[in-house]
T-cell receptor, first 110, second 112 residues
Framework: GIQVEQSPPDLILQEGANSTLRCNFS?????LQWFHQNPWGQLINLFY???GTKQNGRLSATTVATERYSLLYISSSQTTDSGVYFC????????????FGTGTQLKVEL | KAGVTQTPRYLIKTRGQQVTLSCSPI?????VSWYQQTPGQGLQFLFE???????NKGNFPGRFSGRQFSNSRSEMNVSTLELGDSALYLC???????????FGQGTRLTVV
């Protein structure tokens, strides 16, 4: 069925380390977004990236739509990067709704 | 510009009661969507409104309903609350529904 899978489910890093989070999706998409959920529950926009590569400071993302995956790179991680990272997509022909992955729980330690 | 505003931030209700949550989208955005987040089910789509019309609906019982006003503000209502309705309810707005979505801070509902 239509689904979004994220890996790894959990990740523990030392401050300063780099990491790659992966999002696989089962069908073609019109929209792909990466979010960071803060401790109070709000989803913070990181990238709107249905295809291509974008960078924003220490974060960058790449979506290869033809191969149905997206990657989020975090470099020189900081403790404030801790939290849950979600990938969400709008599948082509699937209505105007975001389908979320199960998230990656990231913990950055000193 | 102002972001997506959800009110109230926190609610405690008793089983059997009903509740109404409000969402004011970013100015100019005409699409408003609602999502439920629970530890067991993750983030699930409830419904989407565009220009006062419900365009999409998720797989939730009829106790969950919503509406959108001419100024694009939206409300969702849950009637006959059950313990399992305890969740974080998130609202998102976008220009068309297919463009980048922005979320509010959420309403945390606890049913006791």
């Amino acid at each position: 069925g239509i689904q979004v899978e994220q890996s790894p489910p959990d990740l523990i890093l030392q401050e300063g380390a780099n990491s790659t989070l992966r999002c696989n999706f089962s069908d073609s998409v019109n929209n792909l977004q990466w979010f960071h959920q803060n401790p109070w529950g709000q989803l913070i926009n990181l990238f709107y990236i249905p295809s291509g590569t974008k960078q924003n400071g220490r974060l960058s993302a790449t979506t290869v739509a033809t191969e149905r995956y997206s990657l989020l790179y975090i470099s020189s991680s900081q403790t404030t990067d801790s939290g849950v990272y979600f990938c969400a997509v709008i599948f082509t022909g699937g209505g105007n709704k975001l389908t979320f992955g199960t998230g990656t729980q990231l913990k950055v330690e000193l | 510009k102002a972001g997506v505003t959800q009110t109230p931030r926190y609610l405690i209700k008793t089983r059997g009661q009903q509740v109404t949550l409000s969402c004011s989208p970013i100015s100019g955005h005409r699409s408003v969507s609602w999502y439920q987040q629970t530890p067991g089910q993750g983030l699930q789509f409830l419904f989407e409104y565009f220009s006062e019309t419900q365009r999409n609906k998720g797989n939730f019982p009829g106790r969950f309903s919503g509406r959108q006003f001419s100024n694009s503000r939206s409300e969702m209502n849950v009637s006959t609350l059950e313990l399992g309705d305890s969740a974080l309810y998130l609202c998102a707005s976008s220009f068309t529904g297919l463009t980048e979505a922005f979320f509010g801070q959420g309403t945390r509902l606890t049913v006791v």
